[in-house]
């Protein structure tokens, strides 16, 4: 009986781990806090990038001096790119997935409401929300982290 019972401990111990996060996990739509946009993360090369695919306000709004017009990259650095649309721009690049910590890691996000790039990591937690840690510093000490949710299509 002990013996049957050290094995089902065992064999359903490890059916959980089979269910941990596996790499390709976050690949898919997401949608931003407050469902401002959703963002389209693909692999690339061994590596996990995201690009804006769906605006919720897609043209400026009436008390905009850019009224009705495409929302542009204007707070990028360069301003070159300042007339870029955001949608179709990446915001999420060389994430690797990291399986001892089960997170994707070694990435950088661009966040277009400053025009500034951080130093970010990903985590799924159990409910299925991708956790976003973008810090100003690469040990996360300065960071801020925001929920994404998966879209289903």
């Not at 401990?9 to 781990?17: A, E, N």
């Not at 905009?64 to 179709?88: C, E, H, S, T, W």
């Not at 994707?104 to 990903?122: A, H, M, Q, R």
Request: charged share 25%.
């Amino acid at each position: 009986m002990r013996k049957l019972f050290l094995f089902l401990m065992l064999f359903l111990g490890g059916i959980s781990f089979c269910y941990a996060n596996s790499a390709d996990d976050i690949l898919g739509q997401w949608a931003t806090e407050q469902e401002k946009s959703h963002v389209e993360i693909t692999l690339d090369q061994g590596k996990y990038f995201g690009r804006i695919v769906w605006l919720k306000d897609p043209v400026y709004a009436t008390n905009d001096a850019m009224a009705g017009q495409i929302v542009m990259d204007r707070k990028n650095p360069d301003v070159a790119k300042r007339k870029i649309p955001l949608v179709g721009k990446e915001i999420l690049s060389g994430f690797r997935y990291d399986s001892h910590s089960q997170k994707w890691v070694d990435g950088k996000i661009y966040n277009p409401e400053d025009g500034n790039t951080y130093f970010c990591s990903l985590t799924l937690d159990k409910s299925g929300k991708l956790l976003v840690r973008g810090s100003i510093d690469m040990f996360g000490l300065l960071s801020k982290t925001t929920y994404w949710e998966k879209v289903n299509k």
